[in-house]
C-alpha cells in the first residue's frame, strides 16, 4: 500500500507539471505557457502527423494524470493540476500561423495562448458543461473543448488574413 502512495504521489506531481502548479498566481496560466512553449518546440521539430499523435497520447496520460491526482487528493478540479492547461494549449496552438517572419509567430503563439486562456477561464458556451463531467475527464474534457474552441477561433482569423497555419499543411 506504501508503494501504491509513493506512486500515486509521483503522478500526481507530474499531474500538477510540478513546481508550475504550485505557482503563487495564476498556476492556469502558468500552465499554459508550459504548453505554448512544448507545443511550439515539437511543431518545429514534428511532422504534423507525429505532433497529433503525440497529441492524443499526451491527453490520454494527462487524463490518467489526473484520476491518479484524484484519488490521492480527492478534490473535484485542484488548481495545482495543471497538466489539462498543457493539453488545452497544445490543441489551440495547432491554429499558429507558418511563417518565416518570426514577429507573426510570435504573435500567432500570443493570440493562440489569449484566446486560450479567454475560454478556459469564461467557460463560454458548452465549455462549463464539459467540467462538469465526473473525475478526470471533467478537469480534462472543458480545457481540450477550450483549445478546440481556441483553434477555431484562431484559424479563422488567421485565414480571413489570408496567413498558412500549421494545421493546414496536414493536408497540402
Known sequence: MIINKKFLLYLSRIAEVYPFGHSKYAPGTVGSLIGVLIGYFLILNLDLKFYLIFLIIFVIASYLLCEAHLKLHNKKDPK???VDEVSGQL?????????????????????SFVLFRIFDI??????????????????MADDIVAGLFALVT???????????????????
Open 80 to 82: 495545482q493540476v495543471v
Open 91 to 111: 490543441i489551440a496552438i495547432l491554429g499558429c500561423v507558418q511563417s518565416e517572419k518570426s514577429t507573426y509567430i510570435f504573435l500567432s503563439l500570443l493570440l
Open 122 to 139: 469564461t467557460k463560454i458556451g458548452p465549455i462549463k458543461r464539459f467540467e462538469n463531467l465526473p473525475n478526470g475527464i471533467g478537469i
Open 154 to 172: 484562431q484559424a479563422a482569423i488567421l485565414t480571413s488574413l489570408n496567413q498558412n497555419i500549421y494545421i493546414k499543411t496536414l493536408w497540402n
